[in-house]
């Protein structure tokens, strides 16, 4: 998360954590048959930490599903924008965010 706390924007798909693991994933499934899931305790990848010993028993996965979300949150990932009631903090819903149809790049398209 050094990356995403700098206020950097990642619009290459290079420093982000979500970047990473996409570029990793069409890598190794470009047809992204990793989400075609057939038990209920699979996982559609498997994460290291580096330096942190950690093994992907759940907790991992789980922590990187986090990271991703504060990452998209915090624009870091230029994908998400705040809903229009999560802007002006009226109605319901106002913890959504919506696609941002500025992302264009072949990045963002990934």
Not at 14 to 37: C, H, T, V, W
Not at 67 to 89: D, F, Y
Request: charged share 25%.
């Amino acid at each position: 998360m050094v990356f995403a706390d700098s206020g950097k924007v990642d619009h290459e798909a290079k420093y982000s954590m979500f970047g990473q693991i996409i570029k990793q994933l069409a890598e190794s499934n470009p047809d992204m048959s990793n989400f075609r899931i057939k038990s209920i305790d699979e996982k559609c990848y498997s994460i290291n930490f580096l330096g942190e010993g950690s093994i992907d028993a759940g907790g991992p996965f789980r922590e990187s599903l986090t990271n991703i979300a504060e990452e998209m949150e915090k624009g870091v990932v230029p994908l998400l924008i705040r809903s229009p009631n999560n802007k002006n903090e009226h109605g319901i819903n106002r913890d959504c965010y919506i696609l941002d149809s500025r992302s264009k790049t072949p990045s963002h398209k990934q």
